[in-house]
C-alpha cells in the first residue's frame, strides 16, 4: 500500500526515548519537507491540482508563503510566472553516459537529466532504463489476454474505494480508487485479520480474480528476467544490490488502481517496505488510457540545501506496458500519476486507466514477527530517505497516528538486517549490516548518539 505525502507530513507525537525519539523525529521532519509543503498549499487551495501547486512551489524555491500568495491571486489552474517550460516527446537521450557506480551501491546516472522545476518525458524503452531505476516492456501481454484482463477489471472497478489518511486533524481522501488483491481465500482472510496497513486493519481484501492471477505467472517470468538482466548489465560488478534479495521474485498480493478520467491521480510516495522488505521489487500494469508515471530522485539533504535539486521525469505508459520498479527505486525515489491535462479515450475502457502492481510479501516479515510498536501495533518499516549521515538505513516506526481517530507513539528502533535484506528471526539470517556507511559518518552531521539499538 502507499504512503501518501500527506500521510506522512504528520508531525509525531512529542518524543518520549531522548535519544531515538530525536532520530526518528529528525527524520521525519527532514524527509517529508517538500511533501509537508504540498499538503499544506492543498489544504489552503483545494481546488487546485497538485500538480500545479507542485509547480507553484518549485517555482518558488519552494517557499510556501510566496506560493500561496501567487496561488490565490491566480485563475484556476493558472501556470505560475516563473514556471520552467515542460519538455515535449524526447526521442532520445541516448548520448548521456551511463551511470558511475559505486561499490553496493544502486546505479547512479551520470548526470541529472533534468533540472529543478523541469520535466523530462520518456518514451523509450532504452532512455527509461538508462534514467530511471524502472524498465518498461510495451506490448507485454497478446493483444486478447489484455483485453480479457482489462475486461475483468473494469466489472471488479465499481468496488474499487478512495483510501482514507490523516493529515493534522483533517481526513483526507486519495484522488483515485483502489483495490487490495492476494492470491488465496485464506490469504485475505489473514490479511484482513493480521496485516496492519497505517495502524488500521484493511477489511475489504479479496483473492485474486481468474485472469488477474493467469497474467501473474507470466509477470513473475518476465520480472525475473528483467531483475537478472538489469543486475548483470548495470549493477556494480553485475552483483544483487545491498539487501536485495537472492530469492527468485513470486508476486502473491497486488494493488490494482483505477483512475476515471484525467483528473484521478496519486500524489508522489514510495511505496511501504513493511512486508515486502528492503530493495523490493514491484511489477505493475497498465491497461486502457495511457498517462504519465512521474519519478523524482530523492536528493541527500546536506547543510540545508534543498531536496528538490532535480527535476521530475515522465514516463509514458501505454495500454499493456509493464513497468518494472527496481530494487533501486523506492528506497531513493518518488513516484505519482499525476492529473492529466487531456487523456485519449481508450476503445474499452473509456477514461479510465486500470493498473495492477503485483508484489511479493515475504513470510518472514508477517506481522506476527515484525516489532509493534508503545501502541501495540506492528510497527512500519521506513528508510531514511534524505538526511546525508543515516540515508538508506533501515528503522521500524509507529504508524497508527496515520489512522483516522488514532494517535501515534514516538516508538522508534533501528532494523536489523542482513546483506540479503533478512531480519534475525529469517531462517539463513547472515548478521546486522544496517548500520551507518563510512560516508555517514564521514558526513559527521548525524548525532551519532542517536544511532540506538546498534
Ligand atoms: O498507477 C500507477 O502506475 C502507480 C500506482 C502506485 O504507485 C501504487 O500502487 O503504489
Ligand atoms: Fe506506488
Same mark, same amino acid.
Not at 547512479?108 to 522545476?117: D, F, I, L, S, T
Given at each position: @500500500?502507499?504512503?501518501?505525502?500527506?500521510?506522512?507530513?504528520?508531525?509525531?507525537?512529542?518524543?518520549?526515548?531522548?535519544?531515538?525519539?530525536?532520530?526518528?523525529?529528525?527524520? %521525519? #521532519?527532514?524527509?517529508?519537507?517538500?511533501?509537508?509543503?504540498?499538503?499544506?498549499?492543498?489544504?489552503? +487551495?483545494?481546488?487546485?491540482?497538485?500538480?500545479?501547486?507542485?509547480?507553484?512551489?518549485? $517555482?518558488? *524555491?519552494?517557499?510556501?508563503?510566496?506560493?500561496?500568495?501567487?496561488?490565490?491571486?491566480?485563475?484556476?489552474?493558472?501556470?505560475?510566472?516563473?514556471?520552467?517550460?515542460?519538455?515535449?516527446?524526447?526521442?532520445?537521450?541516448?548520448?548521456?553516459?551511463?551511470?558511475?557506480?559505486?561499490?553496493?551501491?544502486?546505479?547512479?546516472?551520470?548526470?541529472?537529466?533534468?533540472?529543478?522545476?523541469?520535466?523530462?518525458?520518456?518514451?523509450?524503452?532504452?532512455?527509461?532504463?538508462?534514467?530511471?531505476?524502472?524498465?518498461?516492456?510495451?506490448?507485454?501481454?497478446?493483444?486478447?489476454? $489484455? #483485453?480479457?484482463?482489462?475486461?475483468?477489471?473494469?466489472?471488479?472497478?465499481?468496488?474499487?474505494?478512495?483510501?482514507?489518511?490523516?493529515?493534522? *486533524?483533517?481526513?483526507?481522501?486519495?484522488? +483515485?480508487? @483502489?483495490?487490495?488483491?492476494?492470491?488465496?481465500?485464506?490469504?485475505?482472510?489473514?490479511?484482513?485479520?493480521?496485516?496492519?496497513?497505517?495502524?488500521?486493519?484493511?477489511?475489504?481484501?479479496?483473492?485474486?480474480?481468474?485472469? @488477474?492471477?493467469?497474467?501473474?505467472?507470466?509477470?513473475?517470468?518476465?520480472?525475473?528476467?528483467?531483475?537478472?538482466?538489469?543486475?548483470?548489465?548495470?549493477?556494480?560488478?553485475?552483483?544483487?544490490?545491498?539487501?536485495?534479495?537472492?530469492? $527468485? =521474485?513470486?508476486?502473491?498480493?497486488?494493488?490494482?488502481?483505477?483512475?476515471?478520467?484525467?483528473?484521478?491521480?496519486?500524489?508522489?510516495?514510495? *511505496?511501504?517496505?513493511?512486508?515486502? !522488505?528492503?530493495?523490493?521489487?514491484?511489477? /505493475?500494469?497498465?491497461?486502457?488510457?495511457?498517462?504519465?508515471?512521474?519519478?523524482?530522485?530523492?536528493?541527500? %539533504?546536506?547543510? &540545508?540545501?534543498?531536496? #528538490?535539486? %532535480?527535476?521530475?521525469?515522465?514516463? +509514458?505508459?501505454?495500454?499493456?506496458?509493464?513497468?518494472?520498479?527496481?530494487?533501486? @527505486?523506492?528506497?531513493?525515489?518518488?513516484?505519482?500519476?499525476?492529473?492529466? %491535462?487531456?487523456?485519449?479515450?481508450?476503445?474499452?475502457?473509456?477514461?479510465?486507466?486500470?493498473?495492477?502492481?503485483?508484489?511479493?510479501?515475504?513470510?518472514?516479515?508477517?506481522?506476527?514477527?515484525?516489532?509493534?510498536?508503545?501502541?501495540?501495533?506492528?510497527?512500519?518499516?521506513?528508510?531514511?530517505?534524505?538526511?546525508?549521515?543515516?540515508?538508506?538505513?533501515?528503522? =521500524?516506526?509507529?504508524?497508527?497516528?496515520?489512522?483516522?481517530?488514532?494517535?501515534?507513539? /514516538?516508538?522508534?528502533? =533501528?532494523?536489523?538486517?542482513?546483506?540479503? &535484506?533478512?531480519?534475525? =528471526?529469517?531462517?539463513?539470517?547472515? !548478521?546486522?549490516?544496517?548500520?551507518?556507511?563510512?560516508?555517514?559518518?564521514? #558526513?559527521?552531521?548525524?548525532?551519532?548518539?542517536?544511532?540506538?539499538?546498534?
Amino acid at each position: @500500500m502507499y504512503a501518501f505525502i500527506p500521510r506522512k507530513r504528520r508531525k509525531l507525537a512529542p518524543p518520549t526515548e531522548p535519544a531515538a525519539s530525536a532520530q526518528s523525529q529528525h527524520e %521525519q #521532519d527532514d524527509s517529508e519537507s517538500t511533501d509537508f509543503k504540498l499538503a499544506i498549499l492543498a489544504s489552503l +487551495h483545494p481546488n487546485k491540482t497538485s500538480d500545479v501547486l507542485l509547480d507553484y512551489l518549485l $517555482a518558488y *524555491d519552494g517557499s510556501v508563503e510566496e506560493a500561496t500568495a501567487a496561488l490565490a491571486s491566480s485563475p484556476k489552474d493558472a501556470l505560475p510566472p516563473k514556471r520552467s517550460t515542460v519538455t515535449g516527446y524526447q526521442s532520445s537521450l541516448s548520448s548521456f553516459a551511463r551511470p558511475a557506480q559505486a561499490d553496493g551501491e544502486a546505479p547512479r546516472p551520470a548526470k541529472a537529466v533534468v533540472k529543478k522545476g523541469r520535466t523530462l518525458h520518456l518514451y523509450s524503452p532504452e532512455d527509461i532504463e538508462a534514467h530511471t531505476p524502472c524498465s518498461i516492456i510495451h506490448n507485454f501481454l497478446a493483444a486478447d489476454e $489484455a #483485453d480479457a484482463l482489462l475486461k475483468e477489471l473494469l466489472q471488479e472497478a465499481p468496488s474499487f474505494r478512495k483510501e482514507t489518511f490523516q493529515l493534522f *486533524d483533517r481526513t483526507v481522501e486519495s484522488p +483515485h480508487t @483502489m483495490r487490495f488483491y492476494v492470491d488465496s481465500q485464506d490469504e485475505a482472510e489473514a490479511q484482513r485479520t493480521e496485516y496492519v496497513y497505517n495502524g488500521s486493519y484493511v477489511p475489504d481484501v479479496t483473492q485474486t480474480r481468474a485472469e @488477474m492471477l493467469r497474467v501473474s505467472t507470466k509477470v513473475q517470468t518476465a520480472v525475473n528476467k528483467e531483475i537478472d538482466r538489469r543486475t548483470r548489465e548495470r549493477h556494480p560488478g553485475g552483483e544483487k544490490l545491498k539487501f536485495q534479495s537472492p530469492d $527468485a =521474485w513470486k508476486p502473491n498480493a497486488s494493488f490494482v488502481n483505477c483512475y476515471d478520467g484525467a483528473k484521478e491521480s496519486v500524489g508522489y510516495h514510495s *511505496d511501504q517496505l513493511t512486508y515486502l !522488505g528492503p530493495r523490493a521489487v514491484i511489477g /505493475s500494469l497498465s491497461l486502457g488510457v495511457a498517462r504519465d508515471f512521474r519519478v523524482r530522485k530523492i536528493v541527500p %539533504q546536506v547543510d &540545508g540545501s534543498s531536496a #528538490d535539486a %532535480q527535476g521530475q521525469i515522465a514516463i +509514458h505508459l501505454p495500454h499493456n506496458s509493464l513497468l518494472v520498479m527496481h530494487a533501486e @527505486m523506492q528506497e531513493e525515489w518518488k513516484h505519482s500519476v499525476a492529473p492529466a %491535462q487531456t487523456i485519449d479515450p481508450h476503445p474499452v475502457a473509456g477514461n479510465k486507466r486500470l493498473n495492477v502492481t503485483y508484489r511479493c510479501y515475504k513470510e518472514y516479515l508477517h506481522p506476527r514477527f515484525t516489532p509493534k510498536c508503545k501502541c501495540s501495533v506492528p510497527a512500519v518499516l521506513r528508510c531514511v530517505q534524505k538526511r546525508a549521515a543515516t540515508r538508506g538505513r533501515y528503522m =521500524w516506526m509507529c504508524h497508527s497516528g496515520y489512522t483516522p481517530g488514532q494517535k501515534g507513539c /514516538s516508538y522508534f528502533v =533501528w532494523a536489523d538486517f542482513d546483506v540479503d &535484506g533478512r531480519p534475525p =528471526w529469517a531462517e539463513g539470517y547472515k !548478521g546486522n549490516v544496517n548500520v551507518p556507511t563510512a560516508q555517514a559518518v564521514d #558526513d559527521g552531521r548525524g548525532n551519532t548518539s542517536n544511532m540506538v539499538n546498534e
